[in-house]
Structure formats: C-alpha cells, structure tokens
C-alpha cells in the first residue's frame, strides 16, 4: 500500500514537471511484459498464423517463434514491416531486436532494420541518426538480443520496424521499444530556419539539424533538438554529443535578420490543456553577443481565434555569469491547443537548446488549431479528451474524494509507523535474550535473508515499468544494493537460491540500506547457483569462540564517522588480549591496550536493523584469514549493541601511502625501512597490493563479493601488513569518492565496473576491476582520485563508452613506476569489458608474487 501511494505520487509529481531525461527514459513499454495489447501490433504480412505480428515479442517464444514477413526482404527493400501502436504519444530512447530460435527450430534474424514512426498515422517519417545514417545494425543470431539507442531519440505513437538486407532472404523479428510517456504534449513546433555565427573564422551552426517536419522557409509540423532532451553546454562551441559542428546543441538566430527585434515561435499540442509554465533552456554567453531573451510574449489558441490578453514575462537580467540555464515562463493557467511566443532579443544573438511545457489536461472540445489542422487522431477514442463542461462539477468532486482518500491513508501509515516504533522499543529484550541464546548454539543452520528483500519483490508488481536491464538472474538495483544471503543448511544439497533480478526503480523504500556498509560480508551464490561443499567449511564452527567483552574496558578516541547501522568509533580495548581465543589471536602485544573499531547500532534502529546487525556478526565471526580485519568480540547484553574488530595502528592504507614518496630506485634490494620514515620502495608497494590480492582470493573461495574494494578500505600495521575492511564509507573523509543517487543511496564509482554502475550487476569479476583501481592508487601513493580529471557525470558517461565498446573509453593512465608489463598484462586486463575475461584473484595474487620475485 506505501509503494502504490509513493508511485502515485511520483507520478503526478511528473505530469507536472512534464520534462523528458533521456539517460532516465529507457523503461520496456510492454511488447515483451505484455502492457502493449495483441490488437496494437500489426504487419504488413506474415507466413502463417503462427508467424503472426503478435509474436514479435522480444524474449517471448509464443506460436513459431516471432514475427516472419510472408516473402523474402529484398537488398534495401521497405515493403515489409511490423507496426506497433502505442496508443498515446511516447519518447522513445531505444530499441532491441532479436531473431526466431524457436528452441533450436528457427535461425532466422534481421541483420538490419530501419525505423519508420509517426505521431498522427498518417505522416511517417524515417529516423535517422545525427550524422544521417538511416540503417540500423540489428542480430547476428537468431537468440541474443541487441539493443541500440535512438540518437536522436523519437517522440511518437506509431513505430514500424522494416528489415534490411543484403541480398534476397528470409527474415524473422521479436522487437521491443524503450522510452516513457511524452507528457508535455507537443506534437510539433515552428520555427525561423536557425543562422550561422563565424566566430574567429570558425563556422558555427545553429540549425535544427534534427527536425523531422518540413523544411521549406522555415520548419513546420515537426519536432527537433528543442525537444530532444539534450541540453547544450555553457560553451555554445562544444558539444555533449561526440565528433559534431560548433554549435550543434543549439537553434540560434542573431537580430538582424529581425526587424521587429524578436524570433516567433509555434506550439501545437495534442488537444487543449491547462499550461501552468514553458521552460526555455538558452545560452546567456554574453561576452560572444549572446543572452538570454528580453522578454517572451505568448498567445493563445484554444477554440476557433486567438484568446484576447497574452501573457509577456520578463526575466531577470544576468551580467555576472555566463552559464546556460532554464529559464521558466509562467503561463497562468491559460487553455489552449496552440502556443505563439515572440522572444524578442537582449543582444545580437539568441540560442536555445530545449523547451519543455508542464501542463494538465483540459475538459473541453478539442477542436482544429489556427493552421485548420486535421483533428488529431491520439484524441478522437480517448473520452477524457470530449468531456463536455456541464460535467466539469462532477470531476472536480471526484479529484478532491480522491485527494481526501489519499489523505486519510497517509495519516493511517503514519499512525501505524508510530505503533510499530513502541512496539520494537519493548520487544528490544527479547531480542538481546534471543541472541545471546543463538550464539551459544553449535551448529547453528545458517538460514536468513535480507528482510527487505521479500517487500521489495512483491511491490515491483505493481511498478508500471521496468529497468531496461534487468535481464541477468543476479541483477541488483544499483541504488538498493539489497545484500542478498544464500540460506545455509547442515549440507550443499538444502541450500536454497537467494538470487533474484531485481526490478525495482530507484526510489527504493525508507529501510533500503546504503552501498557496501560492511558489505565485505556480502555472500554471493556462485554462478551455478550453488556452493561448493569445501566453501563452507568456515561456516560449520561455533560462535561459541566470540565472547562479551566488558564495556568498561573500551576507552573511545575518535569517532571514524557515521555507518549504514550507525556511528563507528576509534577505540583502546584494555586486556584484549587476555580476553581473546587461540584462534583470534592478534599477534604478539605487548601494550596493555589494543587499537580497535567498534561499529555501534542506533539506539532508534527498528527490527529489521537490528536483524542485519545481529546477521553480520554472525558472519564476521567466521571470517578467518590473515588479510581480512576480524571481528574479535561483541557487546550485546544491553542496548546500544557493539561489534568490536580489529583496527591496524597505521590507519588505512590512503591515508598512509599519501604521506610517503618513492623511492628513487625503486627495484634495489634495500633493508625494510624503519618506521616514521617517508618514503616507500617498488617491492614494498608490490607486496601491500599481493596482500590484498590474497584477501579477496579468500574471499573470492568463499563466493564473497566485496563491492567496495579500495585503498581506503584497507589498514595498514606493523611490518606493512594489510588486512580488508569496510570502514571508508562511513568517513567523511572519503566523502567525495562516492556519487550520490536521489539525495539517499551512494556508489563509489570511480572504482566500479561498467556492468555495476550501469546493469546494477556485482560479481567477483567487479571486484577485480576494483582491484585494477586499487592497484593504480598503490603505485600513485595515492596522489590523485581516481579519474580525477572527469566529473562524476563524466565518469558515468564513460562506463557508457565501456559498454559500446567503440574504443572511445577512457582507461587510468600508467603510474610513473608501474613497468609496462603490470600495467599492461595485469591493471588493464582487470578492466576488461567481457567480465570472464578478466583474471581471478588467484591468478593476480600469482601474477603479484613473480613480480615481486623478479
């Protein structure tokens, strides 16, 4: 119930803002989940009825397989094709295709298609891409699916899929479409034909090189870049799009082609709606004779003439910043169907890049524009679109029964929230008697999942959409990152699959645990979906070694900072060395006090916390290895629950690379450096990266997935030794190397693979692409962050690139005393685009170990 009411409120939320994303507009809209309806998929010919347009759905096997034209394409020929209807217009980012396997059957496919689309069906237009090209490169096979982004993107009803071949030959398609519903409305714009600037003997462009209507004495009847969802750069001579003209972002005019001292502009919606506002994204470059318009003057066309009264807005002049901006007119609730606006200019030159309207549907008759265009035909079966004024009272009424609905059901959750609250607070007993009883017992079975996982899955089915990637059976939303635990039992053959491919949106709920806090105890199933019987033997010991240490005996010294569970501190633990088991030894001590980090859960955490708290000691305990911080005791007999681990006197291992410098001859055999010195040799460094190597092979044996592998993650003690954590997400610090999601979940990107930041997928194969990175911060002494030169965006837009593989990625570059050799055959194959062509951790942890020996 709390998920349905957040979407509805998501959902108006965005018919008001009415402004397309292209990089957040990529949902399936129904050819494969069914939303599409057979009736709204046709062809113009099929083989039989079990080759029939309906079964041109992509990942669907129904009747032969797919969709098959009744005679062979011809070389460049577009007779045939398959027509989708979405009935109402869409923005359409992307599309994916896929041959007819029919279970081994068929091996029929499209090697290459084009795309036809239409706004009214009757007007099609051919798409084509920024550079002209009109042939898409579709299937190889007749199984994989491949799918290739619309640039531009297409803002249409009607979509025909038309395959292209070589020579004469039978084809078959499954097809689906990838976008969001077009919410502004607009089914064309006109405008003067854009001029060219030459700027310092540079030609710059201004046209709408993308505009899709006619051309001839200016652009009528269609739409371009000023609805493309691309917003142009400060810099009006660069581009967000690769290898295009000065210019290419913006439609531009300079004033003395203008004698009236303003540009015109047309509107035309789908039918008559309220307009509440226009934004109007421009350039204000003033020192090249570019600003923002003077004023705007809007008209409006509603019946049969233009209504008396426009509406001018004057924006607030900007002299100091030379910034692109959205620039937002208030239309005052005025109805119509047609828009004119007059923008009259402030300086030589005027560019705008995008406009976007935010509008609701209007309860009058919709009725032709002031160019007498055909009634539009997304109107003429939709009733909402005819209502006729005397039933204006009626609607009203409902709207406001819902709202007062509403209403009442977010008092009710909230009063109910309040209730659970007292009620965890007096079950918190319990819940320490239960655990203190649980981890006594040996042999305990090893069975439990993440308690949001079950909500989470029973609320997608009611999400109407999905995540275009959700197409792998591990696939993880990249901003819950649910951490997902195999359920244990007394033997291999009673586990039971905890993987699910999540397909969720980004919202995700309020107890959605932030990225990779401890998540070094992240269990993953292998890709066979099991575990192998000699990965459990950590788990089949006892918690009996794992006591209560005294709490009277932990002096706090410095707070790290604030965790997933709550505040983590630095602390000096008397007599823990007497206190600790054989096997939990730390090594010879001969101080009385013991350096360690005691992670603590918030005295107001609700039960599920509590749950995921009490689940990662249980895990932590079992964790045995020399390069992997340890979990030496805990403190749950009263409130607020600690965990205590380990913590190396040298810190982490950023912090103390940072203070040193290289040796200048970092391949001579000198004595291991004292400490409190500054710097640090090649064969030192090495050594520091084969320890972490070592680690998550431990790790890796067990089917562990890290997620958040870096140089801040990992302490550093005596002798250079270096143990794992999972402590630098939780300092500030570290704060800028993680990239915040919606204001909520954070990712540290800059050390993530492609198929993480873009599929939502985290494997052990992503964990060495980390280690590439953390390899390059060891041989940087960490100097730099990662990719330091790029933005955040930029970083996201290049794991874009990874994942096109057009050779247009950006890779770290070699650290000055890396040989080629490391860098080549070791950091680089970490970065690999195939995941299973990149190393194991055995294989670096070897690879690590010559090298030092060389």
Known sequence: MEFKVIRLFVLLAATVKAQVNPEVCRYPLGMTGGQIQDEDISASSYWSESTAAKFGRLDIGGGDGAWCPDIMSEPHGLKEYLQVDLRSLHFITLVGTQGRHADGMG??????????????????????????????????????????DLEPPIIARYVRFMPVTDHSMIVCMRVELYGCEWLDGLVSYSIPDGHQMIYRD????????????????????????????????DDFLHSQIYGVWPGYDYVGWSNRTFPKGYVEMIFDFDHVRNFTSMKVHTSNMF??????????????????????????????????????RFVTVTLGDRTAKTIKCRFHFSDVWMLFSE??????????????????????????????????????????????????????????MLWRQVWQKMLEKA????????????????????????SSLSSDSGSTSNSTYERIYPLCADYQEPS????????????????????????????????????????????????????????????????????????????????????????????????????????????????????????????????????????????????????????????????PLWMITE???????????????????????????????????????????????????YLSSLNFVHRDLATRNCLVGKNYTIRIADFGMSRNLYKGDYYRIQGRAVLPIRWMSW??????????????????????????????QPYSQLSDEQVIENTGEFFRDKGKQVYLPKPPCCPDSVYNDLMLSCWRRNAKQRPSFQEIHAQLQENMSA
């Open 355 to 412: 406009v976007a309207f935010q509008s609701g549907s209007a309860v009058y008759n919709t009725s032709m524009g002031p160019g007498k265009h055909p009634k539009n035909p997304l109107t003429v079966d939709d009733p909402t679109h005819k209502v006729d004024d005397s039933n204006t009272r009626i609607l009203i009424g409902c709207l406001v029964a819902v709202i007062a609905i509403l209403s009442a059901i977010i008092v009710i």
């Open 480 to 639: 819950r990152l649910i951490r997902k635990l195999p359920e244990f039992a007394h033997s291999a053959e009673n586990l039971k699959s905890s993987s699910s491919c999540m397909a969720a949106t980004a919202s995700g709920s309020d107890g959605a645990p932030h990225y990779a806090e401890a998540d070094i105890i992240s269990l993953q199933e292998s890709s066979d979906g099991s575990i192998a019987a000699a990965n459990m033997t950590p788990f089949t010991g006892t918690d009996s070694s794992l006591r209560e240490f005294p709490r009277e005996k932990l002096s706090f010294k410095e707070k790290l900072g604030e965790g997933q569970f709550g505040e983590v501190h630095l602390c000096e633990a008397e007599g823990m060395q007497d206190f600790l088991d054989e096997d939990l030894s730390v090594g010879e001590i001969s101080e009385s006090l013991l350096l360690v980090a005691v992670k603590t859960l918030r005295e107001d955490a609700n039960k599920n916390a509590r749950n995921d708290f009490l689940k990662e000691i249980r895990i932590m305990s079992r964790l045995r290895d020399p390069n992997i911080v340890r979990l030496l005791a805990v403190c749950v007999d009263t409130d």
């Open 202 to 233: 540079l030609e710059v462009s201004f046209n709408d090189s993308v505009y899709d209507g006619v051309s001839a004495e200016g652009l009528t009847k269609g739409l371009g870049q000023l609805t493309d969802g691309t917003w142009g750069l």
């Open 647 to 697: 913590y190396m006197e040298n810190g982490d291992l950023n912090q103390f690379l940072c203070n040193l410098r290289l040796k200048e001859a970092p391949d001579e055999d000198k004595p291991e450096q004292e400490e409190g010195e500054d710097s640090i040799s090649y064969t030192k460094l090495i050594s520091m990266a084969a320890q972490i190597a070592s680690g998550m092979k």
């Open 427 to 450: 079950s918190r007993r319990l819940l320490d008697d239960d655990l203190t009883a649980r981890l006594a017992i040996q042999n305990r079975a090893f069975a439990f999942r993440h």
């Open 287 to 324: 020192s090249r004779g570019v600003r923002v318009f003077r004023q705007v003057t809007c008209f409006f066309w509603s019946d049969s003439e233009w209504e008396p009264g426009p509406i001018t807005f004057r924006p607030t002049p900007d002299r100091v910043s030379q910034r692109a």
């Open 755 to 784: 198929e993480s930041i873009l599929l939502g997928k985290f494997t052990m194969a992503s964990d060495v692409w980390a280690f590439g990175v953390t390899l390059w911060e060891i041989l940087t002494l960490c100097k730099e």
């Open 107 to 148: 091996n029929e496919f499209a090697q290459k298609y084009r795309i036809k689309y239409s706004r009214d069906g009757s007007n099609w237009v051919s798409w084509q891409d920024r550079k002209g090209q009109q042939v898409i490169e579709g299937n190889r096979n007749a199984y994989d699916v491949v799918l290739k």
